[in-house]
């Protein structure tokens, strides 16, 4: 039905930035606004940034003024741009709709992790 693909994650140390990508099925992309989300070990998921279909954006205030959400709707692709980064912004990030609307369409994440 949908499929939500993400890359991009790797190892880093702080202060270093990283770009990372999600390919989008055009059905759910081109209709919905899109958010990055990540989760760390024993926390709760939570939502980091989202882009609205033409592109107005809303950030968590613990990356406000790091981060840059973006999305390239020909190409059904939303980008999440992270800079200075920190130690507590290692976990797992996967992107979706916002709100979730299905649990089911999540995908397999991108690992970062910040480490000196």
């Known amino acids: 039905q949908v499929q939500l693909v993400e ?50 954006t809303n950030y968590a205030d613990s990356v406000k003024g790091r981060f840059t959400i973006s999305r390239d709707n020909a190409k059904n692709t939303v980008y999440l741009q992270m800079n200075n980064l920190k130690h507590e912004d290692t976990a797992v990030y996967y992107c979706n709709t916002f709100p979730i609307y299905s649990e089911d369409y999540w995908g397999q994440g991108t690992q970062v992790t910040v480490s000196s």
């Open 7 to 56: 890359s991009g994650g790797g190892l880093v140390q702080p202060g270093g930035s990283l770009r990372l990508s999600c390919a989008a099925s055009a059905s759910i992309f081109r209709i919905n606004t899109m958010g990055w989300y990540r989760q760390a070990p024993g926390k709760e998921r939570e939502l980091v940034a989202k882009t609205y279909i033409y592109g107005s």
